[in-house]
């Protein structure tokens, strides 16, 4: 696998029976930190941020996953980007919070497939049924830290910070190809 770790190219890394591996495109990526009534950053993002870790909220094509007491990831397409962070923006007043644009330091995978969850398990200490179809955990992969979303059965989203993506992606890849000798 020959990648440019500072911008790898959408499209599949491996695949296999088992799975497929692949770079998502880059969506708008904002990381959120905020406290308190949550209403006035609702109305400014046109969605309603979950309460529990882990849970996820979208509206249209921008979604939001929990991470944490007083933190969210925030996906959108790149074209709003500008628009969240000036509704943000105009209630930082009267509602105190931290917005970051983070798109540059991130790359998606995604992982579907019959063995997705199984192919997880090669790297990740968690245990993949607890994540719930429509729910995301950030978690450790084979030492890196990632956030996982879990869309389907047999689908999942990892985020991971780009200078650890040649290191998965060859990991990942690898399973592929171990999973798929099994079937065999």
Known sequence: MNMRVSSPVPGVLAESKAAKVSVLAAPARLSLRARGDLAPLNAALGLTLPERIGARAASGETETLRLGPDEWTILAPITETGRLIAACAGIYASHPHSLVDISG????????????????????????????????????????????????????????????????????????????????
Not at 119 to 138: H, K, M, N, P, Q
Not at 148 to 177: I, Y
């Open 105 to 184: 330091r991130e790359v998606t995978l995604l992982i579907e497939g019959p063995q997705a969850a199984e192919l997880l398990t090669l790297g990740c200490a968690r245990d993949i049924e607890t994540i719930a179809v429509g729910e995301g955990r950030r978690t450790i992969f084979d030492g890196v830290t990632v956030v996982l979303w879990r869309d389907a059965e047999n689908r999942f989203r990892m985020d991971v910070w780009n200078s650890f993506v040649s290191h998965l992606g060859h990991l990942l890849e690898t399973g592929c190809k171990e999973l798929a000798a099994d079937i065999a």
